[in-house]
Each structure stands twice: as structure tokens, then as C-alpha cells.
């Protein structure tokens, strides 16, 4: 800010020359002004108007000769002042506005000084001022949404203060020279918060750092990471001592797992890595030497046998169980499901297909079933979501149902704009599914009866290529659209959770059970703030007439199951 310090002079009388009159004007000065007004013994007095050469001109208040009291002052710049003036400059409260800038408050010997508003540049200051700059508390709001409040000495943000950015990020704490330096606080717009030392903004020092999941790290921060000495206490129970980089387990530790068991010895890149004891729930325990997460050595140093490998040899044994266990079709109406989780690198998928699985089962009376999951800590003991297990199980439930038969199928998973839900296995590189390759997959079954449902992003984009008028569809999120609820502690995708956990258990018609999910999903996504996923179906009335013939035949057998336990109890109490 520069100084504001207009034109101030003791005006002194001219001659007026060539017998002027003194009115208009009254008087014309040395630096060529026409004066208007009072002239007191050779001095400019009371209410008056100078005029200069430039344009420029001052209206107001005169004393001995200077600007002094109301007025206002008009440059040939564009600069215009209104307010009281001493000794020539401006002083007391005024406004004054320079092309692109305006400042309204007051002012001491030409400087603002006191209480005062500034905008100029796109941004505006409200607060106190000294010699032209911000100094004291003030409100700074700057043209890209961000602001600061607090206090403030030499035009910067100097001790304590709130700066938030236009992404709804604060940081409060103790500022110095526009930095945050010190403790403070920063709360981010998705709900993390941290609170410790800061310097030149930036997480430096001790510190406490919580998501908004409600995971929690404590230890020494660097350059706005945790690096060092630390521990992370987790949402799913887990908890975490020893080293970090990055924000990530590096180097020696102790990480107690959620389910129980406790790894204990080196970690790179959140993996165990080096050498280790893993303790399990049961009281057993490996020990020995871990690369990626896997044990590869034991405790003597013995190489081990790599479990994606034995895993892989026994995948054939494990599917000709599965399509073994799928029992053939009888005279009734039965129903026939298969599950799949995708992607691997996540428990929500699997432990919500087991659940539907589980659902369909109990609750529908799923007398054939085959499950697909993917996940991790399950190489050796689940049969993998592989386009070729799925083809497998399709050609064997298109076997074993007839025509008056239903077939469920549920898939879980991440999804892709261009419509392809992730088969993912860890440490194997598996193609994922597009639309098109689904359909075809499951061409054998095109005679039957079956309901799809799909929880995966972009997931509407199969519809198209999967309804004929013996296929329901269900769809957790319209074609360009994204949904929720993919986390590793979750049990249930936000829709899964709505259809299944819900809806189902409360009706079992299918149209009424998805309008229940699709409004429950979309209260809950206004509520965290999400943009809408909107669910889709496709519902062919045959396919849900087909369904309810199902349950009442269901309800049918169950009562007649009744009846036989009433009679032949009745009959046993007979006889005693």
C-alpha cells in the first residue's frame, strides 16, 4: 500500500493581474489552482473549491490556508476522496476509492489507521489498520474463496488466527507472518482432523491426525506426513506401534490385526516384510521370513512353498466341488443362485456376497448354489471369481435347472466407466468383465428365469446388454454414475446393504423391495453429501410373476410342513 498523502500546501494569494475580477475566481494560485471562496488575510478560509490545471479538485473546509474538516478531494488519476481532512491530508473517517480499490474507515495523517473495509484486487480486508497495512484483528476474504481471520501485524496474518480455503479446509493455530508456525488445528472438508505442530503450514513435529472413518495417527509428522516413530489406532480395531513412512508402516512394528491375531518384526509399504512372527487367534503362530506380505522362509531359514501355487492346483478340485454339490431339478419350482466378489483386494465384496449367498439360502430357499470370491487371505480355500469359474458354473446351472426353474445372480465389486467389473486376485493378473463378455458368459442360461443384480460403479451400463424379457436386472448406480460404500471395514456396498440387509428382509417383492433400496440409498447419499447414484432395473412382469409363483409355493410347502408337525404331534400326545 503506498502512502496516501495528497497535495498540501499553504496556499498563498497571487496577483490577479490585467484588473481580473476576484469572482469567479476568488483567487488563483501559485501552482495554477482557481480558488473560490473565503480569503482571509491572505489565507484561505471556511467553505471553498480549488480547481487545478491537471482536472484534479478539492471541495470543502479551509484553515490558514490547508485542507481542513469535510471535504472532498477529486484527482486526476480517478482517485476520489470524501471525508474529514487535517492539516492537508486525510485524517478521520472517510472513503477513498483509486481504480481498482476502495477503502472506507479511517484514517491518521494521510494513512488508513483505525477501523476500516478494503477491496481492491478481488479480495477485501475488514478490520484494523496502522500506516496503511493490516494490523490488529481483522477478516482477510481472498478472490479465490480462501480467508483468514484473526490477528494481524504488518500486513500479514501474525498470531492467532482461522484460515480456510474455498474447498472448506481450516487451519487455526498460532500464525507468523502469514504461516501457520506452532500448534495448531486443521480440519479438512471431508471430516479428518489433526491437531499438533505445525511449521510454514505444513504437519511438523508431535502430532494426532483422525479420519473422518475414525482412524487415528499419533507420532511425529514431516513435511505433512508421518514419518518416524508412531502408532495407528484403527476404525476396524486394529492398532499399530513402531515406524512409519510415508504415513505407512515401515521398519520395526507391532500391528495388532482387528480378527485377533498379532504380527510382530519388519513391515515395508504396510506389508510384512523381513522378519516376523505372525500369532493367530487360535494361539498358532508362523515365524520366519515374509516378502510382500507372504511367508517364504520359516523360522530356519527353510524355503517355503509360495501359497498362490498350491492355491492354483487345488482351483480345479475346489470347482468340480462346487458343481458338484448343484443338485439337478425336480417337478417344483426351485431357485438356483451364484454369488461372485470381484476384487480381491477388499473384504466388503466377499463378505457381502457370502451374506447374500447366505440370504438366498435361508430366507428363498436356494437348494443349488455356487459362490465366486476373490480375496486375499482366502487363495486356498474359496473357488476364485474367474471368468472361466463363472463360464463353468453358468454351463452347470443351465444343466442341472429346467425350465420352470429360477436362477439368482449376484455380483460384487469395483466398477469402470467403460462398464468392465474388476476380477482381481492379488499377485494374479486377471481379466476383468465388460458388459458384452457377461452377456455372452451367460448365453446357456437364456431359457431360464433369472434376476441380476450388480453392485459396482457405472454398473447401469449392463443393463442393455443383458435384458431380454426372462432377465430382471438391478443396477446399484445409473451408467455414468459412481456408488458407495467400497471400504475395507464395511460388511456392505451402500446398496447392498439397502436391497438386502434391508429391503428383502421386509418384503419379497422384488419391484417394492428395490423401490425401498433405491429411496433408502438416496437419503443416505444426501446425507454424507454424495452426488446421487440412482440404481436402475429392468423388471420384465414375467420374471417377477415367476418369482412370486416361487414364494407362494414356498409359503405353500411351509404350511403343509406345518400341518404335518401339528398333526403328527397331536398324534404323539395321543398316545401318551
Known amino acids: 500500500m503506498r502512502p496516501l498523502v495528497p497535495l498540501a500546501l499553504t496556499l498563498l494569494l497571487a496577483a490577479c493581474g490585467d484588473g481580473e475580477p476576484l469572482s469567479p475566481p476568488d483567487a488563483r494560485l501559485p501552482d495554477g ?36 474538516g469535510q471535504g472532498e478531494w477529486h484527482g486526476s488519476n480517478g482517485e476520489v476522496y470524501r471525508g474529514q481532512f487535517q492539516q492537508g491530508l486525510f485524517h478521520g473517517s472517510g472513503t477513498l476509492k483509486t481504480p481498482g480499490s476502495s477503502y472506507a474507515g479511517t484514517f491518521k495523517l494521510g494513512r488508513r489507521d483505525g477501523e476500516g473495509t478494503l477491496k481492491e484486487n478481488g479480495q477485501q480486508y475488514r478490520g484494523q489498520f496502522k500506516d496503511d497495512q493490516y494490523n490488529g484483528a481483522g477478516l482477510l476474504q481472498l478472490a479465490d474463496g480462501s480467508q483468514y481471520q484473526g490477528l494481524f501485524a504488518r500486513g500479514k496474518p501474525n498470531g492467532e488466527g482461522i484460515r480456510s480455503d474455498a474447498d472448506g479446509n481450516q487451519f487455526s493455530g498460532q500464525f507468523r507472518n502469514g504461516q501457520l508456525e506452532g500448534s495448531g488445528t486443521f480440519n479438512s472438508a471431508e471430516g479428518d482432523q489433526y491437531i499438533g505442530a505445525f511449521r510454514d503450514n505444513r504437519l511438523e513435529g508431535r502430532g494426532r491426525y483422525e479420519s473422518a472413518e475414525g482412524d487415528v495417527w499419533i507420532g511425529q509428522f514431516k513435511d505433512g506426513t508421518l514419518n518416524g516413530k508412531g502408532e495407528l489406532i484403527g476404525s476396524d480395531g486394529s492398532h499399530y506401534k513402531g515406524n512409519f513412512r510415508d504415513w505407512r508402516f515401515s521398519g520395526k512394528g507391532r500391528l495388532q490385526l482387528a480378527d485377533g491375531s498379532l504380527y510382530v518384526g519388519s513391515f515395508d509399504n504396510d506389508t510384512y516384510q523381513g522378519q516376523g512372527r505372525l500369532t493367530l487367534v487360535d494361539g498358532s503362530s508362523q515365524s520366519g521370513w515374509w516378502i510382500n506380505g507372504q511367508r517364504v522362509r520359516d ?34 419350482i426351485e431357485l438356483y443362485s451364484l454369488t461372485l466378489a470381484g476384487d480381491g483386494k477388499q473384504s466388503v465384496f466377499m463378505r457381502e456376497a457370502d451374506y447374500v449367498s447366505g440370504m438366498l439360502k435361508s430366507r428363498f430357499g436356494a437348494v443349488g448354489q455356487v459362490n465366486l470370491v476373490n480375496h486375499r487371505d482366502h487363495l486356498d480355500d474359496r473357488l476364485m471369481a474367474t471368468r472361466e469359474n463363472l463360464a463353468h458354473a453358468v454351463r452347470t446351472l443351465a444343466a442341472r435347472t429346467g425350465p420352470e426353474d429360477l436362477v439368482f445372480i449376484y455380483l460384487t465389486s469395483h466398477g469402470s466407466a467403460e462398464h468392465e467389473l474388476v476380477l482381481d486376485q492379488p499377485r494374479l493378473q486377471l481379466a476383468d468383465l465388460p458388459a458384452d463378455a457377461l452377456a455372452t458368459t451367460l448365453a446357456p442360461l437364456k431359457e431360464r428365469d433369472k434376476v441380476i443384480v450388480i453392485s459396482a460403479c457405472y454398473s447401469g451400463g449392463y443393463i442393455d446388454a443383458l435384458k431380454d424379457n426372462k432377465t430382471l436386472v438391478m443396477t446399484a448406480s445409473r451408467a455414468d454414475r459412481v456408488s458407495f460404500g467400497c471400504s475395507e471395514e464395511a460388511d456392505f456396498t451402500y446398496f447392498g446393504d439397502a436391497l438386502f440387509a434391508q429391503a428383502l428382509n421386509q418384503t419379497d417383492d422384488l419391484q417394492q423391495a428395490f423401490d425401498l433400496a433405491r429411496a433408502s440409498v438416496a437419503e443416505r447419499e444426501g446425507e454424507e453429501g454424495f452426488d446421487p447414484s440412482e440404481p436402475q432395473i429392468w423388471a420384465p412382469k414375467e420374471v417377477l410373476a415367476h418369482w412370486q409363483r416361487l414364494r407362494q409355493q414356498q409359503a405353500s410347502k411351509a404350511l403343509q410342513s406345518s400341518d404335518r408337525n401339528s398333526a403328527e404331534h397331536a398324534k404323539s400326545a395321543s398316545n401318551h
Do not use: C, M
Not at 38 to 64: C, H, K, M, T
Not at 301 to 311: F, S
Not at 320 to 328: G, M, R
Open 33 to 68: 489552482g482557481r480558488f473560490r471562496g473565503q480569503v482571509v488575510d491572505g489565507l484561505l478560509q471556511g467553505e471553498g473549491r480549488i480547481d487545478y490545471p491537471n482536472g484534479s479538485w478539492y471541495a470543502g473546509n479551509f484553515l490558514n490556508g490547508q485542507w481542513h
Open 299 to 332: 523360522e530356519q531359514g527353510r524355503l517355503l512353498p509360495d501359497p498362490l501355487e498350491l492355491a492354483l492346483l487345488n482351483q480345479g478340485a475346489l470347482l468340480d466341488k462346487a458343481l458338484a454339490s448343484v443338485p439337478p431339478s425336480t417337478p417344483q
